[in-house]
């Protein structure tokens, strides 16, 4: 007989698993097997720790998701919340309730993809929970991480003249997601079709295996700077920007033509006849960094090489308001839900 | 209007639940409200971190559980994983995903549970993630606690001659289900009987609303003592105690007169025509603790008012395996799942 969930059983698929992970890094003491795994503290640093919920139907779609993408995908946006604090993230947990239709081998996949990205980030997988459900899939990760409090960065400390900086290209992700959403429509009912995604290949891996940024942790710490705020970009830039300003009691000015956008989201975005601004803004799941930095700071920069890092506007007084400077040289409102404002 | 889920928003019902909650805990530096909650090291302590995924219709019965008992016990159990590493519960993250059937005020129930168990145990919520669901309710609550590495149970420390010991009675919870189940069965399509729950006050309190022992880790402190293994009571007496043995490797010895029951779960499983040796062994959802002492340490449990421990068998070579002695003097294998061997 194959083996299956059912003949593993709770224990034997947690035996699986564990078999399969091993731990690196000095801080796990305890990793899976027992009640609670234990972690030791590095001298001087305290722990951060974020935690994510993924529902079947809700974030993730399995016709166009596929489990290994899944996994990393899961793991990578709870370390982009570590690396929002400014952090580095050490462990995490792990816990499924999957219903009978899936097969050991999805769940292997599954896991699969999970190891890959603790592999790609040191980071262990130290616990979890495996459950049977009663309807699709649902995934629960906790992230640890570390850092001296020194340097963490909250979202409360933005102030009026710092500047706006984010860690990479926005909408990238939307614009893959738009793509895959035309493509399953398209396919729905035509087994014969291919899906027409050729010369997408970076906005669907933005999508479907987006990456954590502890390389800009690292690079900060390198040039001796701390961000004055910070957040990962998972609802898009317009909500987290308010969301900053909100807690730092700020406003702020972003520059339109300085919003960096890659070549493929402005092609779909053409194609698609959307202002590939709005993805930038609205559409969210890019797990860039956005940050807030002292000017006097900005020259640090450019002192050493590393990641590419783009200034897109300025924080100022809470009374100026939250607006973007637009190309065409008008102010409009930021809105967290800024559709209705922004489209064609 | 009045305010609901669709009303609120996600992130509406995040500052709602936000501004419902305190922190006391000197090691929370941050909680809810940032990318991630912020975590102190007290001096020479590790952190212990465990999680649990809660699936309805799976872990739990709308029908009979209701949400603030639901909440209340979400986070005992966690806690209790706490305790069962010896160490003391310090923080939670709690994450929720729920379908438009539920109210506003179903989730403040629910909350309302999950803030009196971190009140009356000293938690925090720091933590958490809130998401709309398909189908039903999905609670994944991760917990975090402290204590000297020097005075962690770990599950694989028992050695031969170690005396066993359980923190209380065993078998009520699962008398309560099933007094529950009854219940549910007969007022299927009968609307107007009353549940006939009388003389059954404890047990069902047991069920729905269960409590972990840090008093238990409090009081091994006081006494200067370690255990040699530890586990709580999650499966049944039989499986964690299979559990011990097995990491440990070693072989038990139980004494079937030795195990605390309770009078209503004697009193139930008369009427259920049940051994209630069974409702102990193989039930599970105690929550008490299981472990194993020096025999040297022992007399140190008389040596000071306390809870009250019941000693109940002994820790023995591999070889002589895992035994349950009868009250007829007769020794039986204990199995994970022993109603086989143990149906009247």
């Known amino acids: 007989m194959a083996e299956s969930i059912e003949t593993l059983g709770e224990f034997g ?31 001087g640093m305290v722990k951060v720790v974020t935690t994510d919920l993924l529902l079947e139907g809700i974030h993730f779609d399995l016709t166009y998701c596929p489990l290994k993408h899944l996994g990393y995908k899961a793991v990578a946006v709870n370390l982009s919340d570590v690396c929002a604090m ?42 979890g929970d495996t459950t049977s459900s009663l309807t699709g899939l ?54 014969s079709a291919s899906p027409a995604l050729d010369g997408y290949k970076y906005i669907l891996e933005r999508q479907l295996k987006p990456e954590p940024r502890p390389d800009i942790v690292d690079f ?50 053409a194609e698609l006849n959307i202002n590939p601004i709005v993805a930038a803004l609205n559409g969210g799941e890019d797990y860039e960094l956005l940050f807030s930095i002292r000017q006097e700071d900005y020259p640090k920069f450019q002192s050493q090489p590393g990641p590419e890092i783009y200034a897109i ?19 409009a409102d930021l809105q967290a839900q800024g559709w209705r404002f922004f489209t064609n």
């Open 138 to 191: 649902t995934i629960s990760i906790t992230a640890i991480g570390e850092q001296k409090p020194s340097r963490l960065a909250y979202r409360n400390g933005a102030r009026p003249n710092d500047i706006l900086c984010v860690s990479g290209d926005l909408g990238a992700a939307y614009a893959g997601l738009q793509l895959l959403e035309r493509e399953k429509r398209v396919l729905k009912g035509n087994n």
């Open 313 to 331: 506007g300025y924080v100022c007084e809470k009374e100026k308001g939250r607006r973007m400077i637009t190309t065409g040289g008008d102010e």
């Open 13 to 43: 698929l947690i035996d699986r698993i564990a078999k399969q992970t091993t731990t690196q890094q000095p801080t796990t003491l305890k990793g899976i097997g027992d009640d609670c795994a234990v972690l030791s503290q590095s001298e």
């Open 220 to 269: 900060l710490e390198k040039i001796d700077v701390v961000p004055t705020s910070m957040m990962d970009v998972s609802d898009g830039l317009s909500s987290e920007l308010i969301h900053i300003c909100s807690q730092s009691e700020v406003g702020c000015r972003l520059y339109e033509d300085r919003v960096p956008l890659h070549a493929e989201t402005k092609a779909l975005c």
């Open 86 to 127: 400014n952090a580095y993230p050490r462990q995490i947990t792990v816990s499924i309730g999957v219903s009978g239709k899936f097969t050991l081998k999805a769940i292997d996949d599954l896991y699969d993809g999970i190891r890959l990205a603790c592999q790609r980030y040191g980071v262990d997988l130290v616990g």
